[in-house]
C-alpha cells in the first residue's frame, strides 16, 4: 500500500519507519524546516506532499502526526481520501484551551477555568491582584515557556510573566495550579466509535530528575493498556458523542489531575503522541497497517496487546529544550550515533530515530554511518516492556546505555513517581 505520511515536527516520525518496515511504499513530508533532514536515509521524502496525491490514490493511506492540519484532513476526507491523525475538531480540542474546558464541561467533568491571552503582559495584569498558584502555558508548542507555580502568594508567576512581556511572548493561557496524582488516559477513535483498549500513562515533562529544570514537550512516559478503568469512564469516554460531530480519526488523550473523590482534565491531545506512540509500537501486537486503516475507514478493529508496562525515554542534544534559532552557535548536527555493541532484533524495534540521518560513507566498515541533524533537538528515543514497571525500566535503560551519543542528556527517574506512591494512590482511590 502506499502511504504519504505528513508531519509538522516529526511528532511521530518514527512511526514513518514502522509503516515502511511492514511493506509499505512511503513518502514522507516535513513541515517543519530545522526538521527537514531528519530520516534522510532512512526514509523516502517529498517536498510537495500535496503533489503526490494522484501517487498515493485513494486506496492508499495518508497520515497526519500533528495539530494544525485537521481542516485539510476534513477535505481530503471529503474528496475521497483515505486519511487518519485528527479533524478540525480535534485541533481545535487541543490548540484552543478554553474551549477545550467548554467541551469538558458539556460533556459533565469538573473544570477549573482557563484564561488566555494576546500576551504576557495582558496575563500579568489579570493575576496580580489574585492570590494562588497558578500555571502558565504557552499555546503554540513551545514547552520550555510553560511554568507550573509553586508560590502561594503567585509571586514566582507574576516574575515569570513579566519576564515573558520583556520578551514579547504571546498567546499565553493561565490556570490555577491543581493538586493531586497526574495521570492521562488515551484511545483511538475511527469517527465513530473507540477503536482498541483504552492506554493509560504518566507523563515526565521536566528536562530533570524529578521534575526539576524547564518543561520540555516530553523527556518520559510510562504506559500500560487496560480493558477498562474509571478514569476513562469519567473523563475520555465521555467525548465520545463530540468526536463523532466532528469526526475525529486518530488517537486521543486527556491528562488529569485526581484525588480521591474528583478529577480534574487539565488539556487534550488530539494527534499522535511523543514518545506515546513509540511506547504504542512496542506494546502492540497488530500491525500499524492494520489498525491506521480501520481508524481512517472507520472500521472496528481487534487491536492485540501485551500485557506489562512499557517506558519510553526521551534522549535529547544540545540546544533542546530551545530551539536552536534562540541560541546561536550551539548545534549537534554531524555528531555520530553510536553502539557500544550491535543491536538484537528486538532491541531495534525498540530504537525510534527522529533527529538523525544515515549517510553512505565509504571509509566506514559498514559502508554509512548515522549522525545527528539539525533539529529541535530529540535525537532518539528508546522502550522497554516488562510484566512489572521495574523490569521495564531495566529493558528501556539497558538500551539507551548501550547507545553513545556526545552531549546526549536523559532522564533516569521514569517510572519512579509512580512506583513511589501514585500507584498505591490510584489503586486506593479506584481509578485504576
Not at 514502522?18 to 532512512?42: K, T, V
Not at 480521591?260 to 506512540?277: L, M, N, Q, V
Amino acid at each position: 500500500m502506499n502511504v504519504l505520511f505528513v508531519s509538522g515536527e516529526l511528532i511521530a516520525g518514527d512511526l514513518a519507519l514502522q509503516l515502511q518496515r511492514e511493506g509499505n511504499a512511503l513518502r514522507l513530508f516535513i513541515d517543519c524546516y530545522s526538521q527537514r533532514d531528519c530520516l534522510n536515509g532512512y526514509v523516502p521524502k517529498t517536498t510537495n506532499w500535496e503533489a503526490e496525491l494522484d501517487w498515493v490514490g485513494k486506496d492508499g493511506l495518508i497520515v497526519f502526526d500533528d495539530v494544525g492540519y485537521g481542516e485539510t484532513q476534513d477535505r481530503l476526507r471529503r474528496e475521497g481520501y483515505r486519511v487518519v491523525g485528527g479533524s478540525a475538531g480535534g485541533d481545535r480540542l487541543e490548540l484552543d484551551r478554553a474551549f477545550a474546558q467548554q467541551v469538558f464541561a458539556d460533556c459533565g467533568l469538573r473544570v477549573e477555568p482557563v484564561y488566555t491571552f494576546a500576551d504576557a503582559g495582558e496575563a500579568l495584569s489579570f493575576i496580580s491582584a489574585k492570590e494562588g498558584a497558578w500555571v502558565v502555558k504557552q499555546n503554540d508548542h513551545q514547552s520550555h515557556l510553560n511554568y507550573v507555580g509553586v508560590m502561594d502568594d503567585g509571586s514566582d508567576v507574576r516574575g515569570v510573566l513579566a519576564s515573558y512581556q520583556r520578551l514579547g511572548i504571546c498567546d499565553i493561557s493561565v490556570q490555577r495550579r491543581l493538586h493531586g496524582v497526574e495521570i492521562a488516559v488515551g484511545r483511538y477513535f475511527n469517527g465513530q466509535d473507540w477503536v482498541g483498549p483504552l492506554e493509560i500513562n504518566q507523563e515526565h515533562k521536566g528536562l530533570l530528575n524529578c521534575e526539576l529544570g524547564p518543561k520540555t514537550g516530553e523527556m518520559g512516559t510510562l504506559m500500560w493498556y487496560s480493558a477498562s478503568s474509571r478514569l476513562f469512564d469519567a473523563t475520555l469516554g465521555r467525548l465520545r458523542d463530540h468526536l463523532r460531530e466532528v469526526d475525529f480519526r486518530g488517537a486521543i488523550d486527556i491528562n488529569c489531575f485526581v484525588d480521591r473523590d474528583t478529577i480534574h482534565p487539565i488539556e487534550a491531545t488530539a494527534r499522535f503522541g511523543c514518545p506515546s506512540t513509540y511506547l504504542q509500537s512496542a506494546l502492540h501486537r497488530t500491525p500499524w497497517t492494520e489498525l491506521l486503516n480501520a481508524v481512517a475507514d472507520g472500521r472496528h478493529c481487534d487491536l492485540k496487546v501485551r500485557e506489562g508496562y512499557a517506558i519510553g525515554l526521551t534522549l535529547a542534544v544540545p540546544p533542546f529544550p530551545y530551539h536552536a534559532e534562540q541560541i546561536t552557535g550551539v548545534s549537534s548536527a554531524g555528531l555520530p550515533m553510536l553502539l557500544r555493541r550491535p543491536l538484537t532484533a528486538d532491541e531495534t524495534c525498540h530504537l525510534h530515530l527522529e533527529g538523525v540521518a544515515l549517510l553512505q560513507d565509504s571509509d566506514n566498515e559498514g559502508g554509512n554511518r548515522t549522525v545527528l541533524t539539525h533539529s529541535l533537538g530529540y535525537a532518539v528515543f528508546v522502550t522497554g516492556t516488562g510484566a512489572t514497571v521495574e523490569a521495564a525500566q531495566q529493558a528501556a535503560y539497558a538500551l539507551a546505555g548501550n547507545i553513545v551519543i556526545p552531549k546526549v542528556m536523559y532522564r533516569t527517574d521514569i517510572g519512579n513517581r509512580f512506583l513511589r506512591g501514585d500507584e498505591m494512590k490510584l489503586r486506593e482511590y479506584g481509578w485504576i
